[in-house]
């Protein structure tokens, strides 16, 4: 290869010629590589129009706008440019690896706070496409070795207007698909059918959170100009407070009313634990004993899936359990949490009721800035591991250090917000060493004995992943021993569920092949349990997902709100059953509609991706700072078809 560099350079005064052709080449080839080595990523086909003429657009305008510059300038062009789209498409395929989606600018708001689950497993990427990324940066530095002094012609003019010219040639094709994509009086997401659907090209480009779909339906770099531009919010039309008035009141018609369940818990405490990365495959007599029997002695949720809306996962889940509301992806600013009004979250409800509030982490407060977040939601504290007195912030039984904290003995009822830290990723390496190290030789029998058979990198994530959960495991049987010991548990009801998925195994087939599914919608399938406070053992089939677990609990402790104004409906209740997915999918355990192609229930589809559409726009728009005003009497209402 250095040889065949070294002759290039030799002739290139007379291959001059080529250097622009070579670099518009390269721009489009390494779009392509992109999209055939993800095609199972969407349905729109390799050759498509869309991504065809936005890719060939924009590799024309760069190319023509590098070529109006001196050789020097052209060089340093080709190499600044040539080095970004690498960059960008090694980023892509990391973050595919991650989270399963490619990256998106607005992820950068949560960047920092995932930094620490780094592992060296998610650069390994697909041979093929390492192959591309190296032949796209090869004929980026050809065409750079190639660039000459271009040759003086009689007329000067000539090749600067050529290069103008070409420039504003390729924003034809640019601005064409734009103005068909893009509605020119924005998304309509009512009709007199109610009718909101995802799946739409339009409605899709429009919104721009799916990032899969949207890299195969524009190419790499119009999904990076248009995804930059969604996520600084320059193109954001938030819907107006007399929209989200109307919807709510909507709403209305179509949640559950009171049940059996209602008020059952009224006045007992609650300690809401979400467990970090605690899958479903974890959970067994054998690994966790103590999570397995409140699963078995408590109201067990069977069919419960957590949805990741956005790519910080252990967030997402937070704030939609505590708020009723789903985080939008498309660049909302992580601050909207720590000054929005949330009148009705789930810590602030309590509080009106006389509880005492407070939420407990290992970690500092700086991340996901829950110093601020917290108190805003409704806690009167967040406590970290200083404040619990541990001495290692990654070992979730010296959480019991804090028990004092968290289940107070004054004479008043208590709502404790517990996360938990040691099921958290990486599964290898030294960082989370010492949570597995006391129960990695049970962990590694257990595997062994299962007989699953996979590489041997695999079954040490495998094994590392259910150590992990051991030590969050003990922690839930000492805090129950604890309860019992001081007669709280008659009083106090445990509400667990998990963050997200087991995700920090890189290998998606892997994880599939043990947690029992085939990909999506089983990926999200995760435990969630209610046990003590006298609750009869029971396991609830119905489908459901972390939107409907506020709800549930609002409904349980009989707390007064207004229940439209949630996103997700009462387990307990009559209506709901389908669980909600990113992107306008949906599964209800007999169909699933994965948010293209062919659906069996447009309807549904309709009412769902409406319901997360104005949830989004609620936390957006601030919603209930200018209060919850009702529809004036004989003023028309919207009616929306109920699932």
């Not at 929005?340 to 407070?358: C, H, T, W």
């Not at 007669?487 to 029992?516: R, S, W």
Request: glycine share 8%; with cysteine; hydrophobic share 40%.
């Amino acid at each position: 290869m250095l040889n065949f560099f070294r002759r290039v350079w030799g002739r290139r005064k007379e291959l001059g010629f080529l250097s622009l052709p070579l670099f518009f080449t390269a721009l489009i080839f390494m779009d392509y590589a992109l999209r055939f080595v993800y095609s199972f990523t969407g349905s729109v086909r390799l050759l498509a129009k869309f991504p065809f003429l936005f890719t060939g657009g924009w590799a024309l305008l760069i190319t023509a706008l590098i070529s109006l510059l001196p050789k020097l300038g052209r060089r340093i062009a080709m190499g600044a440019v040539g080095g970004l789209v690498g960059f960008l498409a090694f980023l892509h395929a990391v973050m595919f690896n991650i989270f399963g989606h490619f990256f998106s600018f607005h992820d950068m708001n949560f960047a920092g706070d995932g930094l620490e689950a780094f592992s060296w497993a998610y650069l390994k990427l697909p041979k093929k496409y390492l192959l591309c990324i190296g032949i796209f940066l090869g004929l980026v530095t050809l065409a750079i070795c190639l660039c000459q002094r271009p040759r003086p012609l009689k007329k000067p003019w000539i090749r600067p207007a050529l290069s103008v010219s070409l420039a504003v040639l390729s924003l034809l094709p640019i601005y064409a698909c734009e103005q068909i994509l893009a509605p020119k009086e924005g998304i309509v997401l009512f009709s007199s059918k109610g009718a909101y659907n995802p799946a739409d090209n339009r409605e899709l480009y429009r919104l721009f959170t799916d990032s899969n779909r949207c890299m195969k339906l524009t190419g790499l770099y119009q999904y990076t100009f248009r995804n930059l531009i969604t996520s600084l919010g320059w193109n954001r039309d938030t819907k107006s407070i007399r929209e989200l008035d109307e919807f709510y009141a909507a709403r209305e018609q179509e949640i559950s009313g009171d049940n059996e369940m209602t008020g059952l818990l009224e006045g007992k405490n609650l300690i809401m634990i979400m467990m970090e990365s605690i899958d479903t495959w974890m959970v067994s007599e054998d690994t966790t004993p103590n999570l397995y029997r409140l699963q078995q002695e408590g109201v067990s949720f069977q069919n419960f899936y957590t949805p990741l809306f956005i790519s910080a996962a252990t967030f997402n889940t937070e704030i939609i359990s505590q708020s009723g509301l789903i985080p939008p992806p498309d660049g909302a600013p992580s601050g909207i949490y720590s000054t929005n009004s949330f009148p009705l979250a789930l810590p602030r409800l309590f509080a009106d009721e006389g509880y005492q509030v407070n939420s407990f982490h290992s970690n500092n407060g700086v991340y996901y800035s829950r110093f601020a977040i917290h108190p805003n939601l409704g806690f009167s504290s967040y406590h970290n591991f200083k404040a619990m007195g541990m001495d290692d912030h990654k070992l979730d039984t010296q959480l019991m250090n804090g028990f004092e904290l968290f289940a107070p003995k004054e004479n008043q009822p208590f709502y404790s917000f517990i996360i938990t830290f040691s099921g958290h990723g990486p599964y290898d390496g030294d960082y989370l060493w010492k949570v597995a190290e006391p129960h990695f030789d049970k962990a590694q029998a257990y595997v062994e004995a299962s007989g699953i058979q996979s590489t041997e990198e695999n079954l040490y994530s495998y094994t590392r992943a259910l150590a992990q959960a051991m030590e969050t495991d003990a922690f839930i049987g000492l805090l129950v021993e604890r309860l019992e010991k001081e007669g709280l548990m008659e009083d106090t009801v445990l509400c667990l569920y998990a963050d997200h998925y087991g995700k920090y195994i890189p290998d998606k087939e892997f994880l599939n092949q043990i947690k029992g599914g085939s990909g999506e919608p089983e990926l999200y399938h995760t435990p969630c349990l209610l046990y003590g406070g006298g609750l009869e053992p029971r396991q609830v089939e119905k489908y459901c997902c972390s939107v409907d677990l506020l709800p549930t609990l609002l409904n349980l402790f009989g707390l007064d709100a207004p229940r439209q104004y949630y996103v997700g409906d009462d387990i307990f209740g009559d209506r709901g059953g389908t669980v909600m997915l990113p992107n306008g999918a949906w599964y209800n355990g007999e169909s699933y509609f994965s948010g293209e192609g062919q659906d069996s229930n447009p309807e549904l589809t309709a009412n769902l991706s409406l319901r997360v559409a104005m949830s989004m726009e609620t936390l957006r728009s601030d919603y209930f700072a200018s209060s919850m005003p009702e529809l004036e009497p004989g003023q028309e209402q919207l009616t929306i078809s109920v699932p």
